[in-house]
């Protein structure tokens, strides 16, 4: 059973780009949310989607956006990127018939921004 | 304001030590709280959560956690740690509302391992 996956694990990019992160769900959830892990810190909230809805967002700028598929898997997009966007994104999955409250994680994809 | 402070940035112990992580926790309802690990480059993953009932929750890898609502803490401990258990945990706290389940992380304590 695969668990959570996300793409690409790392990529650069330049002030004022735009990137997308991808993330399939673990089988049988329902529910995509995102993190922001900038270094040293703990994970930061971005937004969380069901049923191909933004269901609840942190505090973060319009600049960052999503989007769900009919299959659950999501993309976050960020654009004019900035230097303090830097950080590892994290997509985490939830929900199903069998929901516990629990959330379960990829591993991450690392942006660094120049 | 929902918020979680873990006041230990780095911990160092040798191994067969024990060990308390402590996490102290900002809600205004029942919590639902978590303990999840990272290790280097890696993602989180769960070591042990408490909804309700029994105070005292076991977890993976020989953790545990001690709920004390007159404290707001959630502190995780492990009798005798080992070289493996180098990594970064982090506590958070969870709000649950139709399914819904944003969790809030502390900063994280980052544990060393001596030999």
């Known amino acids: 059973d695969a668990g959570v996956t996300q793409s690409p694990t790392h990529l650069i990019k330049t002030r004022g780009q735009q990137v997308t992160l991808r993330c399939s769900p673990k089988?049988?959830?329902?529910?995509v949310s995102w993190y922001q892990q900038a270094l040293g810190q703990g994970p930061q909230f971005i937004f969380q989607?069901?049923?191909?809805?933004?269901?609840q967002r942190g505090n973060f700028p319009d600049r960052f956006s999503g989007h769900q598929f009919p299959n659950y898997s999501s993309e976050l997009n960020v654009n004019a990127l900035l230097l303090g966007d830097s950080a590892l994104y994290l997509c985490?999955?939830?929900?199903?018939?069998?929901?516990?409250?629990?959330?379960?994680f990829g591993e991450g994809s690392r942006l660094t921004v120049l | 304001a929902q918020s979680v402070t873990q006041p230990d940035i780095h911990i160092t112990v040798s191994e067969g030590a024990s060990l308390e992580l402590r996490c102290n926790y900002s809600?205004?309802?029942?919590?639902?709280l978590f303990w999840y690990v990272q290790s280097p480059g890696q993602g989180l993953q769960l070591l042990l959560k408490?909804?309700?009932?029994?105070?005292l929750v076991q977890g993976i890898k020989g953790f545990e956690a001690e709920f004390k609502r007159s404290q707001s803490s959630f502190n995780l401990r492990k009798p005798s740690v080992h070289w493996s258990d180098a990594a970064e945990y982090f506590c958070?706290?969870?709000?649950?509302?139709?399914?819904?389940?944003?969790?809030?992380f502390g900063a994280g304590t980052r544990l060393a391992v001596h030999p």
């Open positions: 985490a999955s939830s929900g199903g018939t069998s929901y516990t409250g629990e959330l379960f």
């Open positions: 089988s049988g959830h329902d529910t």
């Open positions: 989607y069901y049923e191909e809805e933004e269901r």
């Open positions: 809600y205004g309802a029942t919590p639902y």
């Open positions: 408490y909804f309700s009932g029994d105070t």
């Open positions: 958070a706290v969870g709000a649950r509302s139709g399914g819904y389940n944003k969790l809030i």
